[in-house]
């Protein structure tokens, strides 16, 4: 008796075609029902003849291959520089939520440190979205990639005149952050800044340094160094570069994401370093966890979810053929101080 490979079986693509056949209908009519464009142009008993088949065969209309059909989808490509970064969590969930269900999002996103790159990109834009988000991208990129239809750039300081953007107020959160441990009593500091080298990074470590030296706070070119976005890496770069350091006077480390500063937080406590009364650290991001980190980390907030929430608004606007009324939005940023640079009752 002949056996069959089920492993390698698999079941025949229901089509069009074989619902009209079984419905005794014109394949133009199964897509008028399937689309729901069936008002004043199909019967109601076909229909119903239409309906009955697609639940006896298990139809599944071909979404993406309709609207390409069409000239256009209904995708929406983000493009994010850095998915292990946990910030870009809340801004997807904002882009998510003012998208609503007519769009569906399709994520592009990079390994830890490295950019997006223009090829990547234009291979998606192949499935013709109707519209794309870019996140902190750089100019290059921007040059590179020449991308058509609607767009719409998140955290791109200094890019507005490439398209419509929704940036962060970095600078002034790192301005604050300054100003704190200078009046703190700080008198030399360290940076541990990402390795990703977009615009937002940049903006957060030159304003910070600008504002330091105005404030008195030195921080040598020698104590400014970068790893990739991850608790793990963070942490080893600390670890060898504490030491020197800490004989060159450095009594506050600020790391451009929190994600940076809770490695630094992590291998402070396997040095035995006390935070915050030998070393203050603070971080940008405010995630939820830097709350109830232990100690409870200061750090300049950035509004994520209202960042997504708005480009997703923006884009949407551009994608139903609205004129923006702000093309240029700008969200605020906050320095919220926690136990990472403040010892109780100070």
């Known amino acids: 008796m002949d056996t069959v490979d089920l492993r390698n079986a698999r079941a025949p693509r229901v089509t069009a075609a074989m619902v009209a056949a079984r419905a005794g209908v014109s394949t133009a009519t199964v897509s008028l029902v399937a689309n729901g464009k069936t008002q004043g142009r199909v019967s109601e008993d076909n229909i119903s003849k239409v309906r009955t088949a697609i639940t006896e065969l298990g139809y599944v209309v071909d979404g993406i291959g309709s609207s390409l059909a069409k000239g256009v989808s209904s995708i929406v490509i983000l493009v994010t520089p850095d998915v292990s970064n946990p910030f870009f969590a809340n801004v997807i969930s904002g882009v998510r939520e003012s998208l609503g269900s007519q769009y569906q999002l399709l994520l592009s996103v990079t390994d830890a440190g490295e950019s997006p790159q223009a090829d990547d990109v234009r291979k998606l834009l192949a499935l013709r979205p109707a519209g794309l988000l870019l996140g902190a991208p750089s100019a290059e990129f921007l040059e590179d990639l020449h991308a058509a239809g609607p767009l719409v750039l998140l955290d791109a300081p200094g890019l507005d005149s490439y398209a419509p953007s929704v940036n962060l107020d970095v600078a002034q959160g790192a301005r604050e952050l300054a100003r704190h441990l200078a009046s703190s009593g700080h008198k030399r500091a360290a940076y541990v800044d990402g390795i990703t080298g977009t615009a937002t990074f940049a ?144």
């Open 203 to 346: 903006l957060r470590r030159e304003a910070f340094l600008e504002e330091a030296q105005a404030c008195g706070l030195a921080v040598d070119a020698a104590h400014v160094i970068s790893t990739a976005i991850d608790v793990g890496a963070a942490a080893a770069a600390f670890a060898q570069a504490w030491q020197g350091w800490k004989r060159e006077g450095v009594t506050a480390v600020v790391c451009g994401t929190d994600t940076h500063a809770y490695g630094v937080l992590q291998e402070a406590r396997v040095e035995g370093v006390r935070i915050p009364e030998e070393l203050a650290v603070a971080g940008f991001d405010d995630l939820p966890y830097s709350a109830t980190s232990n100690p409870s980390l200061t750090s300049v907030h950035l509004p994520a979810t209202p960042l997504g929430r708005k480009a997703g608004e923006q884009l949407r606007g551009l994608m139903e053929g609205l004129e923006l009324e702000e093309p240029h939005v700008t969200l605020e940023s906050s320095l919220v101080v926690r136990g990472s640079t403040c010892t109780p009752g100070a």
